[in-house]
């Protein structure tokens, strides 16, 4: 199924819940709609394309063409010895998956239940969550590019997965547009229990399940980050800044209990932004229509009728604040449009 609408209404797209237009917007539910679209010359210069917009700010209307892959369905596509190869549609749920996987009783996404958005941007920016990333469960991404027009696939090692980061977001950006995602489940589960207060949460169900992380993810989720249909927000605002090592040894020093963690790369640190934010006492502050909410100080939320700009105000300031006390320069996690 095709749409194409003018100046389409993106309230509903973006779970900031900012109130804001598109000149263009096209849905499609099959790759070979996009292409056919493709040869009908209807790329123009400026495009982006949409997921669950939970990691989205917009900062005006949009001013060009906004491309949504609503490609539905879950199925099955393979099997070895340990694994089940599970392929989503970029328009599915992302939490829809996640469910599912757990029903099916195939290990590896429980950690990443709740997250917001759709499949097709999980391998974007690789998400991640409670000792999880993503690119671990990731085996293949089809796609489409946008050049040439023609479908395309690309391994797990092709993804170049990095903290929040895929080549998708560097080398292929506005270059392809994902339609579905593999992902390669474990048979027999390995539960990874090891992030901070998980392990105590899941223990309260008794014995550990598929579902009992789930629903333990879900738990501690919940009472941190807010309910975008309640309140708007795009999940944490900032990443977490990976420091050189000297640099987080100092502020070790200094500030005593600072969390800190390994960050995969040599001689680095990554920090908690979320803490540093804190410490410059932002926690709960309110002003106008946005905040920052009270349980998480990473997360940046709109009260009603907030407009992007008054987010990114926001978020400047936080900036500037957390550059002055502690010398390091917070990087937003959202992708701000316009
Ligand atoms: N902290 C504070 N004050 C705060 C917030 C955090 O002191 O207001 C401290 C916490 O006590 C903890 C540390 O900072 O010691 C880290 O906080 P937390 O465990 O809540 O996780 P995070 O680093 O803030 C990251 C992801 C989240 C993900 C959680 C859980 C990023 C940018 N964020 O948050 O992802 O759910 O870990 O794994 O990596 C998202 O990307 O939108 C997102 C929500």
Excluded at 101 to 114: D, H, I, R, Y
Excluded at 130 to 143: F, M, P, Q, S, T
Excluded at 272 to 290: M, P, S
């Amino acid at each position: 199924m095709i749409r194409l609408l003018d100046n389409y209404d993106l309230t509903a797209y973006n779970t900031f819940r900012i109130r804001a237009k598109a000149k263009k917007f096209f849905e499609f539910t099959e790759p070979d709609e996009l292409i056919f679209f493709l040869q009908e010359g209807g790329l123009p210069g400026n495009f982006f394309v949409l997921g669950g917009g939970s990691n989205l700010l917009l900062k005006n209307d949009f001013n060009g063409l906004i491309i949504y892959p609503n490609i539905p369905g879950v199925g099955e596509v393979g099997e070895d010895r340990n694994h089940i190869f599970l392929e989503a549609g970029a328009g599915v749920e992302w939490d829809e998956l996640v469910r599912l996987s757990v029903v099916f009783e195939l290990g590896g996404l429980e950690n990443l239940s709740l997250i917001p958005g759709k499949v097709g941007a999980a391998p974007v920016q690789n998400v991640g969550a409670y000792g999880v990333e993503a690119k671990e469960y990731i085996h293949l991404v089809r796609a489409v590019d946008l050049q040439t027009g023609q479908k395309v696939e690309f391994t797990n090692e092709q993804c170049r997965f990095g903290y929040r980061d895929s080549i998708f977001k560097n080398e292929l950006k506005n270059k392809v547009v994902i339609t579905s995602v593999v992902f390669k489940l474990d048979k027999f589960p390995e539960y990874n229990l090891e992030y901070g207060a998980l392990k105590a949460e899941v223990d309260k169900a008794g014995e550990t399940t598929l579902q009992n992380v789930r629903d333990a993810v879900i738990r501690i989720r919940e009472a941190k980050l807010p309910d975008p249909e309640k309140i708007g927000n795009g999940g944490s605002f900032f990443k977490n800044p990976v420091v050189n090592d000297d640099v987080a040894k100092k502020l070790k020093d200094e500030y005593k209990g600072m969390p800190a963690y390994p960050s995969g790369i040599d001689d680095k640190t990554k920090l908690a932004a979320g803490w540093l934010i804190d410490q410059c006492g932002w926690k709960g502050y309110r002003e106008g229509n946005v905040g920052v909410h009270s349980e998480q100080a990473l997360v940046l939320v709109n009260y009603g009728g907030a407009t992007g700009a008054e987010v990114v105000a926001l978020a400047e300031k936080i900036k500037q604040s957390v550059n002055r006390k502690f010398g390091i320069e917070l990087m937003p996690e959202v992708n701000i449009i316009g």
